[in-house]
């Protein structure tokens, strides 16, 4: 089991309910769906509650990697001695090899010296004077032929020993390869070994991490403003307002915005789309960060920072459709989550959208789609203005969710809110804990 697999199912769970994309199409407009803390996964889906390993089975998880890797390290170990053991003179196929070794260079010496005996005698035949008796010539003949017998025999030693050499050397490095293969597989066990207890070491430490699930509830709550239409090319501004609904400070929240263009009406939309396509980029600015700041893989969130009880802080978003985007619809949406220094948390338990028309390059918005004024955000007590941290508060009303503008109807929702997924939209938010004691 992962960890990071079955929070991934449980951020798509909630990050790619239709409740976004829900709004956006008026005749669904009285269906939506309760938050998306209540929503199951899809049939299709692994549910995370039931899969989520406890901390004592990841302990054991770990436990039972290290048991396998210190068995994998023992057999490797064993395994490359056996291999250098060959190579010792006690061991019997090296014994074997030497001894055979031995009996070869003699059996090679004897016949080398045969082989000069042998060509000695023939000589003395080929020598013999003229005068030479019958006796000398029938002497110097039987030693040619007893040379030549000499010599057979030792060349037949030879041929032996070389044979059983052979064999010797052969069963050894037979024996070598046979090791060195043992040797490798225990390498690639052990390999195989590490990276599990890795695994499972990581898996641990995630867990430990992140401790248990942030609780959704309403302490933070989300809204929205902004223009009923954005003109490709040209920057529009939006406001998010972050609540403080509690009866508590909040030592540290978080909020988090994207944008998206609807997929077109007849746009195919399947598991190959490319939905970082749609994503629109948002910058954001507040009342004690003034310059716009834009989102990150790294950065992916709005840190408000301490927010006292009934405080609201005022974010203003600004996104810009790619120039040469076609006339459609697009989709902003926040949420945002917290966590206190006494290691409590929780996830807003509402996802804000709001919904534009997207119109293309040099069109201009209908005098019905002005745009709804941004409130500038003022400083009150409360909100962060008694931390360093990033933050703020306003008493200006924030209006909630605008009025859809309307959506393509054949929209495929559930593909369509996967998209949500690929724009990084506080990835892990649902499922996640921040270590807040530690940055207290």
């Known amino acids: 089991m992962k960890i990071r697999r079955i929070l991934a199912t449980a951020v798509a769970a909630a990050v790619t309910t239709p409740v976004v994309?829900?709004?956006?199409?008026?005749?669904?407009?009285?269906?939506k769906p309760s938050p998306s803390s209540t929503q199951k996964p899809a049939t299709t889906q692994d549910d995370p509650d039931e899969d989520m390993p406890s901390l004592e089975e990841l302990r054991a998880a770990v436990a039972l990697a290290q048991k396998e890797y210190d068995e994998a390290v023992l057999d490797l170990a064993k395994a490359e001695d056996d291999l250098k053991a060959l190579d010792k003179a006690d061991n019997p196929l090296k014994a074997a090899v030497t001894d055979a070794q031995k009996a070869a260079d003699e059996a090679a010496a004897k016949k080398t010296a045969a082989d000069e005996a042998l060509a000695k005698a023939e000589k003395a035949v080929t020598e013999l004077p003229a005068d030479a008796t019958d006796e000398q010539k029938k002497a110097a003949a039987d030693a040619v032929t007893a040379a030549k017998t000499a010599a057979d025999e030792a060349a037949a030693v030879k041929t032996a020993a070389d044979e059983k050499?052979?064999?010797?050397?052969?069963?050894?490095?037979?024996?070598?390869?046979?090791?060195?293969?043992?040797?490798?597989?225990?390498?690639?066990?052990?390999?195989?070994?590490?990276?599990?207890?890795?695994?499972?070491?990581?898996?641990?430490?995630?867990?430990?991490?992140?401790?248990?699930?942030?609780?959704?509830?309403?302490?933070?709550?989300i809204a929205l403003s902004g223009p009923k239409s954005v003109t490709a090319g040209e920057p529009a501004v939006f406001s998010l307002r972050v609540t403080n609904t509690s009866d508590q400070t909040l030592d540290s929240v978080h909020a988090f915005a994207n944008a998206l263009r609807l997929p077109a009406p007849g746009e195919e939309i399947d598991e190959e789309t490319d939905f970082a396509k749609h994503v629109i980029p948002i910058e954001w600015s507040s009342d004690d960060v003034l310059e716009w700041t834009e989102f990150t893989e790294k950065f992916d969130s709005i840190e408000v920072g301490k927010l006292a009880k009934g405080a609201s802080y005022d974010v203003k978003l600004r996104l810009t459709v790619d120039a040469e985007a076609a006339a459609g619809k697009g989709v902003i949406f926040g949420y945002s989550e917290y966590e206190n220094n006494d290691g409590s948390c929780g996830v807003g338990e509402d996802y804000k959208d709001l919904n534009f028309d997207i119109l293309a390059k040099g069109d201009k918005p209908k005098p019905t789609e002005t745009a709804t004024p941004t409130p500038a955000p003022t400083v009150t007590t409360g909100g962060n203005t008694q931390t360093t941290q990033q933050g703020g508060s306003s008493n200006t009303p924030v209006n909630g969710t605008l009025a859809a503008t309307g959506a393509n109807d054949t929209l495929p929702l559930g593909l369509a809110a996967a998209g949500a997924v690929a724009l990084g939209a506080g990835a892990l938010v649902v499922a996640r804990r921040r270590k807040a004691g530690a940055q207290a």
């Open 21 to 31: 994309f829900l709004s956006a199409a008026p005749a669904f407009a009285d269906t």
């Open 165 to 221: 050499l052979k064999k010797a050397t052969a069963d050894l490095a037979a024996a070598k390869a046979a090791a060195d293969r043992v040797v490798k597989l225990a390498e690639k066990v052990k390999k195989t070994a590490a990276e599990k207890l890795d695994a499972a070491k990581e898996e641990l430490a995630f867990f430990e991490e992140i401790g248990e699930e942030c609780e959704v509830d309403s302490a933070v709550k």
